[in-house]
Every structure is written in C-alpha cells, then in structure tokens.
C-alpha cells in the first residue's frame, strides 16, 4: 500500500510542537509518528504532507527545501475558529526513479480523495503536480486546475518533464481528463509568445500579474472552479522570500497570495492544494506556513451551494446581447456570481442542465454594456470542441 512508503515526522518537529501552547495548530494536528504510525483518517478534513523529491528540477539547488522547518513554522501558529480536522502523515521519500516517486505520489492522493480528504502536497518541485492531478482518474472524468505561477511551464516540444515542463505533459498524457488550466500571476517576460498563443487555442485561462495585483478579487471565481491548484512560489516576489537569486524582484506580495490562498479554501471545488518550489530561508518558511494557515482559515468559510432559479437564495438575471442570452444568478447568501455555459452539457457536469461558471459581478455589468465577459466566451467554445 503507497501509505506504507511514507515516513514519519522527524522527532525535533514533535518535540518543538510538545512546548507550545494548547491554541497552537501543533498541538492540534495528529501526526504520523515513528511510536504511533499514522494518524486515523476517520473524520480527518485535510491530510499535510511532504513529497521529497527533486530530480527533475529545471534548477539544481544545492540544498533541499527543509520541510521540517516548514513544519515548526507552520505548526506554531494559532489556530482560527475552525472544525477542520488536520492530519500530518508524513513526507514521500525518493523512490528508485521518478516515477516510483510518482506512483507512490499519484496512489497516496487517490487514497486521501476517496476518504474525502483535502491533501496539502508540499513538494520541492513543481513536476510534482502531474502526478497529483493522475491521481483524480479514478475520481473524476474531467479536472480543472489553476497553477499560480509566473510561467505556463509548457516548456519545448522535445523536453522531458520538469519542473518547467509539466504542463506539457499533462496535456499530453493519456487518459486526457484536463477540461480546463488557468494561469494566475504569469509575467510576459518569462513565457514565449508560442506559449501565450497555445494558451489562446486551447481556450486556457490567463491572468497578468499586474492585473490581478490590480484586483485580487479577480482570483475567487478561478478558484472556484478549480478542482486541483498548484501554487510555484517563485510567483511571489524575492523581497516577501528572503531575497533568494531564483526568486524575480516582480511577483504577489505576502498579502496578495494569502489572500489567493484563502479564495483557494472557500473554493468548495478544489480538493488539492499544492506548494512547490520553496527554498531554505527563515523568511521562506514562514511564508509557507503563512500560506498553509489561510488557505485552511478559507475551508472553515466553505458554503456549498449551486445556483437554480428554483431557490429563493439566489437572483436569476437574464441579460440579452447583441449574439447571446446570457443567464447570470447571484446569491444572496455569499453575494457570488455564475453564468450560464448552454454548450457546457451533462458530460462535464454530471447533471441534466447546463454548466455554471463562477464569474464575478463586474462580468454581469459589462454583459449588461453588452460586452460578453472573456471566460464565458472560451468556455462556450470548449463546450463546442
């Protein structure tokens, strides 16, 4: 079983958690321990976990991100008004090859999505995501997923996977169960113009950095319809990191990927939260552990809930254009948007009417100008291919 290749937390993590207070987070997480195993997964809501391998790195470092010192950050902060059950089951080792790594990594999350497990992955590189996302093939036909990133990693045509590649394997790889990627946070200047034009055919998603510094509430809809999100933190500027050379001097502030983190929580669709690409600074690690704590503060906010014009919670508006009726409802309980997707069919959605897909109130008011919000457009299209 994938579960038994997984190591304990080391002991200095366990004595550091043994000397804080009650209110601490570790003094609330059950751990896997070398006396104990692991933690019962019975009521647990997210499983944290390490996965310790690195050889595909785009960039060799010399040193390995320290995940135990993750942890000690991590596990000092005070927990919020949560019901959220924690576990800690430990870190991957590297296998024989990567792709041992892989199997063992892909099986692990399968196991914790059929539990109803959130997994938190706190990978060293973000390859690390493929085999998170062939976890769900055996959960879900189709998967969204948003990388927050500065690149779209698509890499060259003949590269093997790797930390700046994987997205090309992913699109790739067969069976093909990705319906739809989203970039959040890319900088021009790190991806080719082939790349942003890939992007465009395949109807992907894409944010600017500077458009969603702009308005950080731009995020929340992504989020909400991702199911998997991958978060390489050389999105984040080197200031907010401790000045390390492979970090940009551009990139989200401390603030702004807390905040993308905790829309990633309330997301009642993501049931995968990936960290990758950190280094060793003490700044670092409690920016990771920052990261980790909002995005858990967002699943005590969690509210699911689905938009029919049958339920007095929610405000159909229907909006005539110039080329389409677009259907848009709004919830009076969250204040949420979503608009209808009529090409987007039971195939995707597993249901008998058309998709929803989350969008904001600015993307009602341009409609409304007669202006057909962007993501509706390249939804529709991908609902026609």
Not at 46 to 75: H, M, T, W
Not at 182 to 210: C, H, P, T, V, W
Request: charged fraction near 25%; proline fraction near 4%; include cysteine.
């Amino acid at each position: 079983m994938a579960f038994d290749f997984l190591v304990p937390v080391k002991d200095k993590v366990l004595a550091h958690s043994e000397l804080l207070p009650e209110q601490a987070l570790g003094k609330n997480v059950h751990m896997h321990t070398e006396k104990d195993g692991l933690p019962v997964f019975a009521q647990a809501d997210v499983a944290i976990f390490g996965v310790l391998e690195s050889r595909n790195a785009f960039e060799k470092k010399p040193e390995k991100l320290d995940l135990d010192e993750v942890r000690i950050q991590l596990y000092r902060l005070m927990m919020g008004n949560w019901n959220s059950t924690i576990i800690d089951i430990g870190d991957v080792e590297e296998g024989n090859t990567v792709e041992d790594t892989y199997f063992v990594v892909k099986e692990i999350v399968a196991g914790l999505l059929e539990e109803n497990i959130i997994p938190i992955v706190l990978g060293l590189t973000q390859d690390i995501t493929f085999p998170t996302y062939r976890a769900f093939d055996k959960i879900k036909n189709m998967v969204n997923l948003v990388s927050i990133d500065s690149r779209f990693d698509f890499g060259e045509d003949d590269e093997l996977i790797s930390s700046h590649s994987y997205m090309s394997k992913i699109i790739t790889d067969k069976p093909n169960n990705l319906f739809n990627f989203s970039n959040i946070g890319y900088q021009s200047y790190f991806n080719a113009q082939e790349e942003k034009d890939l992007m465009e055919r395949l109807f992907f998603d894409a944010y600017r950095l500077g458009e969603i510094a702009a308005n950080i509430e731009l995020a929340e809809p992504v989020l909400r319809s991702s199911d998997i999100v991958s978060l390489d933190l050389r999105a984040i500027r080197a200031a907010e990191m401790g000045g390390s050379r492979n970090f940009s001097p551009n990139g989200f502030t401390g603030r702004e990927i807390c905040a993308i983190a905790r829309y990633a929580g309330i997301s009642d669709k993501v049931t995968l939260f990936g960290i990758y690409e950190g280094e060793n600074s003490y700044q670092a690690f409690q920016m990771i552990a920052q990261i980790i704590w909002y995005f858990i503060e967002g699943l005590s906010f969690r509210i699911k809930e689905y938009p029919s014009s049958k339920s007095e919670d929610f405000t159909k508006f229907t909006v005539p254009t110039d080329t389409e009726e677009l259907v848009f409802f709004k919830s009076h309980v969250t204040e949420r948007w979503w608009v209808e997707v009529p090409t987007i069919l039971a195939e995707h959605t597993k249901t008998n009417s058309v998709a929803l897909l989350p969008c904001t109130e600015e993307d009602y008011l341009d409609a409304c100008n007669q202006n057909i919000p962007e993501r509706w457009f390249k939804a529709y299209r991908k609902g026609l291919n």
